[in-house]
């Protein structure tokens, strides 16, 4: 015996909708059928396996999310039997009448037996709650990728006000959204793997423009997953297949580094100046040893060159990187993808020329030559390597002070 729910409402959400049970013998289909979708943001319930002896999980709506954006599932109001318990105890919960303990109060529904006495108790209870609140009407199907990107959009930056998100957060959202157009008027719910990774091979875009874009798909899915809006991540294995152009860059001009100096007080500009008058990779910062006493940074990444190196901090950004410590205990307390996107909208707030985080690192190089610091130890404050130059590589010993003398050569652009 199978229990089939069907679901019908009026458009517009005027009326409350009204669910149908039907009993239908069926000896073929499985044991345990696909349940129908809930309504957006009425919670989810989540099949856990079986040898339980509640195995659904009762999830109330998810109102919280990751830094980066992606929904984090609540902890489960109770534990349940069947699904169309763990069903009545959200339309409960979203009347109001959810209390701990309410499962227990819920007959017992053996449809193996033909319960429909409880069947129908449970139904009449349902709907009694149900009926007590608007608004809620059952999902749509069919929905797009457009529709739901906007549903998540709106959850993401409109719905959670505990959560204030920065102005590129949301224009990085935006961008990515309108550079996989050719998915906009798909079926969401159609959309496979393929779909999505041809959008990102077809993509003439830098590479942190595909990233933005793979980013878009992994919070989307995160989101439809929480409300049941697909059976399965098509987005977990997408990925960018050509190389990192990060190592390309264009260092910032002195005008954009004396403009970045005006605002140096935003907390954007402030990491951005500290990286151009240090030259490490945005990577390295993640888990660098600052010591302030001795007056340098130590860390590094990708090459056994650039690896646990030292450089002097610079006195022009000395208060910057005191500021940045007492604030956060770190230089960088944040994502390597979201503060980019927060690096492209500054810029384009202050009507600079688009960079990318390695362009600091370019702007610390260029800086280097122009002012005359020794090549050599320019070499070793970029921890660049010097090839088959031995006497350099094995027997060229420079202390802190030494380079300190180097890396002062350059003056505070602000002055």
């Keep these: 015996m199978n229990i089939y729910i069907v679901s019908s409402s009026m458009t ?19 044991k345990r ?29 998810t109102e919280n999310f990751t830094e980066n954006g992606a929904p984090v599932r609540p902890a489960a109001l109770c534990y349940v039997d069947t699904w169309i318990k763990g069903f009545t105890i959200l339309t409960a919960y979203k009347a109001g009448n959810y209390y701990p303990g309410y499962e227990n109060t819920l007959s017992s529904l053996d449809t193996a037996t033909e319960d429909t006495a ?33 549903e998540f959009y709106d959850w993401k930056y409109n719905t959670d006000t505990s959560k204030t998100y920065s102005q590129s957060s949301i224009y990085s959202t935006k961008a990515a959204y309108r550079n996989c157009k050719v998915l906009h008027d798909k079926v969401f719910s159609d959309l496979r793997h393929d779909d999505l990774q041809t959008v990102i091979d077809k993509c003439t875009l830098k590479h942190a423009s595909l990233e933005h874009i793979i980013t878009l798909f992994h919070q989307m899915y995160e989101f439809a997953d929480i409300y049941d809006l697909v059976d399965k991540n098509y987005s977990a294995h997408i990925k960018t297949n050509r190389p990192d152009d990060d190592e390309n860059g264009v260092p910032f001009t002195e005008e954009e580094l004396k403009k970045m100096w005006a605002h140096k007080d935003d907390d954007v500009i402030e990491f951005l100046l500290i990286m151009c008058y240090s030259g490490y990779r945005i ?49 960088f307390p944040g994502t390597y993808q979201n503060f980019r996107l927060d690096m492209y909208a500054k810029m384009e707030e202050l009507d600079l020329d688009k960079h990318t985080p390695h362009d600091c690192r370019h702007t610390f190089s260029a800086l ?9 130890d320019r070499k070793r404050l970029l ?30 652009i602000c002055d």
């Design 383 to 412: 921890g660049h390597s010097f090839g088959n130059d031995i006497t350099n590589s094995k027997y060229g010993h420079r202390t802190i002070e030494d380079l300190r003398i180097e890396i002062e050569k350059i003056p505070n």
């Design 12 to 30: 517009g959400g005027k009326r409350p909708s009204v669910f149908f049970i039907h009993l239908k013998e069926d000896d073929s289909m499985p």
């Design 283 to 331: 990577r390295a910062y993640k888990d660098m040893k600052t010591n302030l006493e001795e007056g340098y940074f130590q860390g590094g990444v990708k090459t056994m060159a650039g690896k646990n190196r030292k450089v002097p901090i610079h006195s022009s950004i000395r208060s910057l990187v005191e500021r940045r410590l007492n604030r956060y205990s770190s230089l």
């Design 118 to 150: 409880n069947l129908q108790e449970l139904a009449n209870r349902m709907l009694a709650d149900y009926n007590q609140f608007k608004g809620v009407c059952p999902e749509e199907t069919g929905k797009t990728f457009a529709e739901v990107y906007q």
């Design 368 to 376: 280097c030559e122009k002012y005359g610091v020794n090549d050599n």
């Design 33 to 61: 059928k696909k349940m129908p979708k809930l309504p957006n943001g009425y919670g989810s319930i989540r099949y856990l396996g079986k040898g339980r002896r509640n195995p659904y999980a009762v999830h109330p709506p």
